[in-house]
């Protein structure tokens, strides 16, 4: 009779505490790790790791399936990136509380912030929920490929409570903001990881109205953070524009919403390439809680942030041009054949010279910022393999390098966009803002923006390129392992695993490390009513394990579901 349910044999153990790399075996039963050295007695099942990475499994503390894991089981791309554990309802949207009313108000908030089709909503969401907590049984009733987190939307909870009028962006009443604080307690006695909000312009409905949580009051964001302490529990997260009127105002705000809460709190950071070094003025500003006693933290990426351009994605750079407007709701293959036409081509680059109406329009056709994605994709490319530099090259227009590029490889050819941490042409920037202590990797977004962006597979990223690819500038890879695992873990108060040790929860990773890669993206079609997302694997990773259980085998789904919805903080 085994000993063991599973038995992880010789492998290269980072443990999550970042202090280097031994030769273990980690044996698991009853879901727990309960050995980690030479471990003399049998396992059900064994793998053997000789020569292969063994981490734990990894906690992504910033995604968007609220949607997506109402109908699917495999919270895909995230756990072909070795991702155990999710945490969703970021940037202060989401599906819960709900009135009958109001459901399409939240379905047109997602597709605007996190450009998920508006028709796979539609069919996918079943609204058996109202309130959160009925959001979170409707969850927990579905068994899935990795664990889950969810938090209490800004937005949701406003219209909500408010309406109508909380979508145009009217102040709540004191009556409002003691029922948001009554409402904000009982998610999180009802098991929300924590409350997210956004307040930034950036975020709008599909419509192009502002998100609901944009002008809130401090009385009403004091009133959400006492419903927290109420509770006990929770983490804030903030997503800001910090431009009213400054950002030391803005932090003083969340000084005196932590001071009265006592939460653990996160802002998202990225540098701006208009102000490439706005970012450590905004870090320093959160030094500053963390000075006072806070705990806070900026959440950051392991590489640029940019979006995906090309026929199958959500826009082209000529996506502004009225003769390509005309036939954007064509197929690609109806698309490409158009634009192989020399007339079409002709018009299209004349219409392609006319005045730009929007910075965002602006800059997605910075034409030295947009690269060949390739494949394997490469996120740190050199200044000169910019389409911008290619033209200058061959003396051409590079609005004409750009179309022909597009039309190439039957349609399928992405480029890539780079609009933040990228001011320089390189990612110093992101490994200073890695190596900071007061940051957590974050921002992958898995699950959003589905025609644009393909960020979930950040996790494969921050191993492979900054612990063995990158020329200069090499991270450690137990430290690397560490960041995103048992940093994020306790960051949310999930103190029961991203680490390897006896009585931690056996989420694990097994990786070729030598041969771990992100593969280039592919658009799929198979979102409820025929919608497009962007799916990214990975090659590298021979097994994942979630709750002791081996979920994905080489990228492949074994068929076990052991993942669970994770109700609050977990002790460790």
């Not at 950036?202 to 009051?217: E, F």
């Not at 991270?475 to 960051?491: E, F, I, Q």
């Not at 070729?512 to 990975?538: H, I, S, T, Y």
Request: charged share 25%; hydrophobic share 40%; with cysteine.
């Amino acid at each position: 009779m085994a000993d063991y349910d599973l038995v992880v044999r010789g492998g290269t153990v980072a443990d999550g505490t970042g202090t280097g790399t031994r030769e273990a075996d980690v044996a698991i039963k009853g879901g727990k790790i309960v050995a980690v050295g030479t471990v003399s007695g049998k396992g059900a099942e064994e793998i053997p790791a000789k020569g292969l990475l063994v981490t734990p499994g990894f906690v992504d503390i910033h995604t968007h399936y609220d949607g997506q894991a109402t109908w699917d089981s495999h919270l895909q791309p995230s756990s072909w990136h070795g991702v155990t554990t999710a945490v969703m309802g970021n940037c202060g949207v989401g599906f819960a509380p709900v009135k009958i009313e109001d459901r399409q108000r939240l379905i047109e908030l997602m597709e605007g912030v996190e450009d998920i089709p508006g028709a796979a909503l539609d069919e996918g969401l079943n609204w058996s929920w109202e309130s959160f907590g009925q959001y979170l049984d409707a969850l927990d009733a579905r068994p899935r490929d990795m664990d889950l987190g969810a938090q209490l939307p800004h937005g949701a909870l406003r219209v909500f409570v408010m309406g109508e009028r909380a979508a145009r962006l009217e102040e709540a009443t004191p009556e409002e903001v003691a029922r948001m604080r009554v409402l904000t307690a009982e998610a999180m006695r009802a098991g929300a990881i924590g409350f997210s909000t956004s307040r930034t312009l950036n975020h709008r409905t599909v419509k192009g109205d502002p998100t609901p949580s944009l002008r809130a009051s401090e009385a009403e964001l004091l009133g959400i953070a006492l419903g927290m302490k109420d509770a006990g529990t929770g983490v804030i997260e903030f997503i800001s524009d910090f431009n009213t009127p400054s950002p030391e105002s803005e932090f003083e705000m969340i000084d005196r919403l932590l001071t009265a809460s006592g939460r653990p709190f996160s802002v998202s950071l990225a540098q701006a390439h208009r102000r490439p070094d706005g970012w450590r003025r905004l870090l320093g500003l959160v030094e500053g809680l963390a000075a006072k006693g806070h705990s806070a933290k900026a959440q950051v990426a392991p590489r640029p942030i940019g979006v995906l351009q090309g026929l199958q994605a959500s826009r082209t750079p000529f996506s502004m041009c009225a003769s390509y407007k005309a036939i954007a709701g064509k197929s690609v293959a109806e698309r490409l054949a158009i634009m192989r036409d020399p007339s079409f081509r002709a018009r299209l680059l004349a219409e392609s010279h006319e005045p730009l109406r929007s910075d965002m329009a602006a800059r997605l056709t910075d034409y030295d910022r947009m690269f060949p994605l390739g494949d394997p994709p490469n996120y740190e490319p050199a200044q000169d393999s910019s389409l911008g530099a290619q033209a200058r090259r061959e003396n051409r227009d590079p609005r004409e390098v750009v179309y022909d590029y597009l039309i190439e490889g039957e349609g399928k050819n992405f480029i890539f966009a780079p609009f933040a941490n990228f001011a320089a042409y390189n990612l110093d920037c992101c490994s200073e803002m890695m190596q900071s202590p007061h940051t957590l990797i974050g921002l992958g977004d898995g699950g959003a923006h589905v025609g644009i962006i393909s960020d979930g597979s950040f996790p494969t990223s921050l191993l492979a390129h900054w612990g063995r690819d990158r020329k200069e500038g090499r991270l450690d890879v137990s430290w690397l392992v560490k960041r995103h695992t048992l940093d994020n873990a306790r960051a949310v108060g999930l103190n029961d695993r991203g680490k390897i040790a006896a009585g931690y929860k056996a989420d694990l990773n097994i990786i070729d490390f030598d041969n771990l890669r992100v593969e280039a993206p592919v658009m799929k079609w198979d979102l409820p009513a025929g919608g497009k997302r962007l799916l990214q694997k990975a090659t590298g990773y021979r097994a994942t394990v979630v709750a002791g259980a081996v979920t994905y085998r080489d990228g492949e789904a074994t068929g076990a579901l052991p993942g669970r919805l994770v109700r609050g903080p977990r002790a460790a």
